[in-house]
């Protein structure tokens, strides 16, 4: 399946799919080849995705948010239809790629939100470049610091097969990501094994990425060198909580959209994360928020920004 997927559902297949008049284009920036895919007229909002997904992530909220902003959609280094390089893989270099790309596109700053890592490179883009980002949304996951290395990677006794049935989620793949060379092998042609378990664990509804999306995500991760560029990501979370000790609290004014499983967390730590900042529970949403609740993603989105 996942060969067809990649043979009929192409970056500009899936862009002129959407409402819009998106395309999909690349640029070289910061010494790396990112690939976007921009539509609609407006002020500049950047969407930055996680793993293990791409740019389609936020395919269902795209169009709405075309009607206001010039929307632009990024694979981040190391994912979908970008460069893999060999490094690079911590989010303030990351943060630099996207500062490059506003200014390729000859922004001087932008609206910014980010799902999973791509908020964690949001975050390092507005605390190295705070006159680059406008607002800032970060949707489920805050940047990594001191609390990263007190994760829970274990069950908890007595715990279901997914998030509901624990007092809190177990990371096991924030460990498994960090064994290098391993992944590759064990996952080359099964990632979709993988991914399907994610989205059964994280999701409230699994409906809500259907198979379609499925056969995307896995064909973007269909490759060796793509599950070593996406495992880098978090590789470098030691280094990018090391880097976090020096920012100071962001000032840029933050939205906070949480699933049920983050909320807590979140509300807790933020506060320490920046000086303006509100965080909104989506009570029925797991992680994946903008393919679990994409009206109230754009609402919340289009209503802070503007």
Known sequence: MTEAVTREWTDEDLARSLDGDFTSAHAEVNGVRLHYVEGG?????????????????????????ARRFRVIAVDLRGMGGSAKPPAGYDKKTMAEDIHALLRHFG???????????GAMVAH???????????????????????????????????????????????????????????????????????????FGYLLKDPSSIDDRSR??????????????????????FLQDADDF??????????????????????TSVMPEHARDVRVELLADSGHYLAEEQPERVTRELTAFFA
């Open 215 to 236: 056969a995307v995500y896995a064909a973007a991760y269909s490759t060796p060198d793509a599950i070593r560029a996406g495992n880098a990501w978090y590789q470098a």
């Open 41 to 65: 007229s407006g002020a500049p909002l950047v969407l930055l995705g996680g793993w293990p997904q791409t740019w389609w992530q936020f395919h269902k909220i795209m169009p709405a948010l």
């Open 107 to 117: 922004h001087d700053s932008a609206y910014v939100a980010g799902h999973d890592i």
């Open 245 to 266: 000790a020096t920012y100071d609290r962001l000032r840029t004014p933050v939205l906070v959209l949480a699933g049920h499983f983050n909320h807590a967390f979140l």
């Open 124 to 198: 390092a883009l507005a605390a190295n470049h705070p006159e680059a980002v406008r607002k800032l949304v970060l949707l489920d996951v805050p940047h990594p610091d001191e609390h990263i290395r007190q994760l829970t990677l274990l069950p908890a006794a007595g715990s279901g097969a997914d998030g509901e049935g624990a007092p809190g989620i177990y990371l096991w793949w924030f460990a498994f990501n960090q064994v290098k060379g391993l992944p590759e092998k064990l996952l080359d042609g099964r990632v979709g094994l993988l991914q399907d378990w994610l």
